[in-house]
């Protein structure tokens, strides 16, 4: 009497293989919309948060939008340290000012490259630009603050 021996054939093989590979393309597009929900939800969140303490920096400040400085001009470099600092009433960014911080710290756009994703372009336009040179638009009109990456975040141009 012959024993069959243990050895794998190249069929079984070529099965594993198939099976696996068949159940990577299910899962791994699973895992790429999940990716993709986070960043838009991580999103929403920041500009949510960011455009009530922007509304609140005004209601505390008479008005005057974080993008100018207590002369009333325009200081649009300063609006992540006016949101996360402290200042005085009339603007000037104080560390032992009565008012703020609004946030803890200044978010980064998770749908730009981490180099640009805390910058913020500020211009007049409803509609942010979308070219990706920035992570943030800011209307300096309606002191609006909206996401400027190439994707993402369309959607939430209308949120308030």
């Known amino acids: 009497m012959r024993l069959r021996g243990t050895a794998v054939t190249l069929v079984e093989v070529v099965i594993v293989i198939l099976l696996l590979s068949i159940l990577a393309m299910v899962t791994v597009p699973r895992f790429t919309k999940a990716t993709d929900k986070a960043r838009e939800s991580a999103l929403t969140t920041d500009l949510q948060a960011i455009r009530r303490q922007v509304e ?52 980064a756009n998770p749908y730009s490259p981490d180099d640009v994703a805390r910058e913020i372009r500020v211009g007049t336009d409803a509609l942010p630009p979308r070219d990706g040179t920035t992570g943030w638009y800011y209307n300096t009109h309606t002191a609006r603050v909206s996401a400027n990456s190439r994707i993402g975040g369309e959607s939430l141009d209308s949120i308030p």
């Open 56 to 107: 609140l920096y005004k209601a505390q400040h008479g008005g005057r939008g974080p993008h100018l400085d207590e002369k009333g001009k325009l200081d649009a470099k300063n609006i992540p340290a006016r949101l996360t600092g402290r200042s005085r009433p009339d603007g000037t960014l104080d560390p032992a000012g009565p008012r703020g911080p609004y946030l803890c710290e200044w978010p």
